[in-house]
């Protein structure tokens, strides 16, 4: 180390002597050298001890909190596909659903178990439904959902891109196959007021589905998928059409179908009149009705605190199992 | 195969040989695209980008904008494309110099001056003093009346003295004019690459000479880009041209190196595309099971009864481009990029400036700076790498007195100048011998100056050194010598040279004073070869404790001695030396019997201290890498002596007992084989002991052992930490290279001359030194520095950096696309393993670009530890060499890693997403600033 010492004097005099160099201080000579100031943080014992109990002491009461929150949220949810079915209709449920002389009207009965408060959420719940498959995500065209028959290319939509010829609007799977259940509220004799604007991302609304494209070809071919659209309504107005085209990633998904803006006393009986018109029948998919309150954290999920709680935990079983450890020997 | 090479006759060399051209080019205009994408695509990692740029062109399968991909796949090609066309044109450019120099050519009996490369086979090429030698040619004429000629011969082995090249017996004494004229035949052997040998016969035509024969051996042969000294013109026909030459064959295409580390990754991606296939496979057959069984009863996915004959192949295909990403194209990007930042740093690096000729360390070969950080075997050259190539004559001891104790610089001893000043005869016979027993000539520079070309930097220490005590030499013109003492001018004849070897280790001269008539012989040499031979009653005492002292101090020291001869002795042992000179057997014992015979009752004069002095800090510096567990190999071309006590005072080897050095000698091939066994021996038993034990070979035995005993000599190879290797030519420096290679141990090589250039270009790493001989190995080297010892900062702080950066970055950049990956395997198990793309190709590309490559790219600055504490403690590196940081084992730690972290967050993201809206894009973002914050937290810990 002697030699090294010597050597580096010897350059730092040199240095200065050598023109077109950096200057010996600043941050492009310190970067060149690569000589730029570093925090190297020691793991000590002790340090790793407290930072586990720390993120132990952080994660826990936040845990709490979102359990808390979660559990404050009052849910409904009504299976109700089977029970809409006709009696002489559950051997081959899916005759029943495609038979349109049928008439799909069905009633159901939810009770409220605990008060909730307005605004109170109806989301309809498909399961085993899989809006995720390529196939189905893939075909779509924004451009066609913006701009309408201007925007000719709608090779995106395969395999529904156009029937008799003329283009479809709005084309694609996912708009063909939509929901068409519809559900009706009253509580006692009275009719619940089901608010159904502002369901959809305003941006949605506003950016992605034109105010001037209107339905157009929809539903015509020889085979018809879901829901109707009323080729008098811009598509930006269809807010059911925009839910339903913000894919799920999961094959058990909610939709938002409207909200009730009055509160729910406990005890209340609701009275829901639904048409049962979805097909889920052929692949054994279930359709179920919720009605839901909402917390500051959304609706009722305890994966979130639970995860939490156990991480807190975690944390500290760790952090005693090492200052066990270090007590036991330390260094 | 001979070839026939008829004297100025052009119609039958044109047809057969090549002309002068000299090509290393590696393309043409024409072939350049298709063969550098040819090379490109001999890539494993290319071919596989290419595929899946190719596949994403197909929209039915393609999860995301082709664009994506294709985009910096044309790049990265453009990059690498335009760099080789880059490097080609300039190795054009300097071709068409050499091609297009001119030279002065007889042709059909008259003289032209053509351009190099119309030398064709069989044309008399006249060249001038400091001329470049255009092609290989065989001497028929010099301007001296003896036919000597001198050559410098650096550029071919790397000895910068000048060598005497003589016309073949058969040319002698032809008139200038008629060497215009002169016709004949060679017969030679086809072009190799040796350059000590070459066997060939002459014959003249009438009227020159008889029909004999005259055999051509490699003293008649001046070698392509060899130059001319001291001779004002020489002639000789061209016998190999162009790429043919001695030098053009030995010249190897360097190749594209590739580090360890390069290797090793190309091996993980191999395993990782493995993995990927099976993945595909899986998933394939599972989606196509899906599709059967479930996808046609969602009525919402309408796929069609009938599909198209690829049907079953949509869905491998898909993951195959889902999964592509599990090979993340940026590591090429961001490897490059770091590679020259690297390289860079290397370049800016104040504390490896050359202060005297300010010269920077340069990094030429920006891809390999890891290695550094491998390197096992250190190759070195000896002179100029390890000494400065500068000898000094720095003490003496003369009649029992010893100048230069005081101030180790015998020139500035006070007493020494009085003694030269008063004449004392002791001094003056002692400054005698110093300035006329050698080989070297003098001669005058342009401003009068007289300049000495020795054969041997002693020798030309010794001269300096005389002529600064007022001794000079300062002309030699046939056989007479004239040497001025402060103002007189002393005449000598030389009788005969007593020439030196390695086993006599020592020369003579006997010559005649010219003032009185008197013969003398003057002789120097090692001690061990000239005390022994003192006049009786000599007291030898002091001269042995001089030598003694001076070699502790590392000086190489040289006993002079002197001997006045008789007339008749001196006639009777003319004539037995005489014959002994022009015997066919044995020549080389017989001389040496025959000078045994007068180099005897010798009066010891005095003795030389020699400084060649090591470079500043090269025993420290090997010393600190033999710490960090790099083994060190001398190649030299210099003699053996010279070579072990270079290798002492460095660290090389240690001094008795502690070390051992082991000789493989022998000039037959039982004698080597003899020599090899028994040092095998030793080598497997002193293995087990803490002993230092090295081998010593030199250049012929080297060649015995490489041909004949290659296994028992690599076996050796493997069990010696350090070897000495003299005498030996480039080529075999380069094979040596070659075997430690074949051992799988990563070599560097360093070198400063000319002769190292194969061996630099041969090792994994090749360091040049911008030192005396010129620049060519710097600019062969991958790196080029100023001094030996910084090596130790290349490879300790540099190489040792570059190592670990590198290991974290490409595991890391593994473990960010394995990250995104898995989470769209896992993903596709619940959109019904259709190959759904969780991630649209927008955040994709900037979760490569932006989120992951650049922020890693902080890593360059990364250290874990200090210099000073690397510098401190070189074992450090053993870490490296073993390739701790990246390997397999390493490998699976990160790619658990990412298995775990992507399971945490598709958990987590699921979950929290479960029973609610759980729109794709929300999740997908979710997850995605999942994985960002992830990696973000794996750089910081793992940064240090």
Known sequence: ?331 | MKRYVYIDDDETSHELYCDNRISNRKYTVLNFLPKNLWEQFSRFMNQYFLLIACLQLWPLITPVNPASTWGPLIFIFAVSASKEAWDDYNRYLSDKKANEKEVWVVRKGVKKLIQAQDIYVGNIVWLRENDEVPCDLVLVGTSDPQGVCYVETSALDGETDLKTRVIPPACMGIDDELLHKIKGVIECPSPDKDVRRFDANMRLYPPFIDNDVCPLTIKNTILQSCYLRNTEWACGVAIYTGNETKLGMSRGIAEPKLTAMDAMIDKLTGAIFIFQIVVVMVLGIAGNVWKDTEARKQWYVLYPHEGPWYELLVIPLRFELLCSIMIPISIKVSLDLVKSMYAKFIDWDQKMIDLETSIPSHATNTAISEDLGQVEYILTDKTGTLTENKMIFRRCCISGISYGNENGDALKDVELLNAVSSGSSDVVRFLTVMAICNTVIPTRSKTGDILYKAQSQDEDALVQAAAQLHMVFFNKSGNILEVKFNTSILQYEVLETLEFTSDRKRMSVVLKDCQNGKILLLSKGADEAILPYARAGQQTRHFIEATEQYAHLGLRTLCLAWRELKKDEYQDWSLMFKEASSTLVDREWRVAEVCQRVEHDLEILGVTAIEDRLQDGVPETIETLRKAGINFWMLTGDKQNTAIQIALSCNFISPEPKGQLLLIDGKTEDEVCRSLERVLRTMRITTSEPKDVAFVVDGWALEIALKHYRKAFTELAVLSRTAICCRVTPSQKAQLVQILKSCDYRTLAIGDGGNDVRMIQQADIGVGISGREGLQAARAADYSIGKFRFLKRLILVHGRYSYNRTAFLSQYSFYKSLLICFIQIFFSFISGVSGTSLFNSVSLMAYNVFYTSVPVLVSVLDKDLSEETVLQHPQILFYCQAGRLLNPSTFAGWFGRSLFHAIVVFIISIHSYAYDKSEMEEVSMVALSGCIWLQAFVITMETK
């Open chain 1, 1 to 331: 180390m002697e030699l090294d010492g010597g050597s580096s004097s010897t350059i730092s005099t040199g240095a200065r002597t050598i023109p077109g160099r950096p200057a010996r201080h600043g941050a492009l000579y310190q970067f060149t050298q690569q000589s730029l100031p570093a925090c190297k943080p020691v793991l000590t014992p002790k340090a790793v001890i407290a930072t586990f109990l720390l993120m132990g002491l952080v994660f826990i009461p936040v845990g709490l909190v979102t359990l808390r929150a979660s559990y404050s949220v009052v849910e409904i949810v009504d299976r109700y596909d089977i029970d809409c079915v006709p009696e002489e209709y559950r051997s081959n449920k899916v005759a029943y659903v495609k038979d349109d002389s049928i008439s799909k009207n069905c009633s159901r009965f939810l009770k409220v178990p605990k008060s909730m408060r307005a605004p109170i959420y109806i989301y309809y719940q498909l399961d085993n439904y899989y809006q995720n498959h390529r196939r189905y995500v893939k075909s779509r065209s924004d451009q066609q959902l913006l701009h309408g028959l201007g925007y000719n290319d709608t090779s995106p939509c395969r395999p529904l891109e156009s029937s008799n010829d003329l283009p479809i609007v709005p084309c694609g799977l996912i708009a063909w196959s939509l929901f068409n259940d519809t559900f009706k509220f009253r509580r006692g004799p009275s009719e619940l007021k089901v608010n159904r604007k502002d369901i959809a991302w305003k941006s949605d609304r506003n950016h992605k589905f034109g105010k001037q494209v209107y339905p157009f070809n929809f539903q015509n071919g020889t085979f018809t998928g879901g829901a109707k659209l009323d080729p008098s309504i811009p598509l930006s107005d269809q807010e059911d059409l925009i839910v339903w085209m913000r894919t799920a990633a999961l094959p058990t998904f909610r939709k938002l179908y409207g909200k009730i803006e009055e509160d729910l006393d406990a005890d209340d009986v609701i009275v829901v009149n639904l048409k049962n018109n979805y097909n889920t029948y052929s692949f054994g998919g279930k359709k179920k009705l919720v009605l839901s309150t909402s917390s500051w954290l959304g609706g009722k999920n305890d994966f979130l605190g639970i995860a939490n709680l156990f991480v807190g935990t975690f944390s500290i079983l760790i952090s005693i199992v090492f200052l066990v450890l270090h007590m036991k020997s330390p260094r």
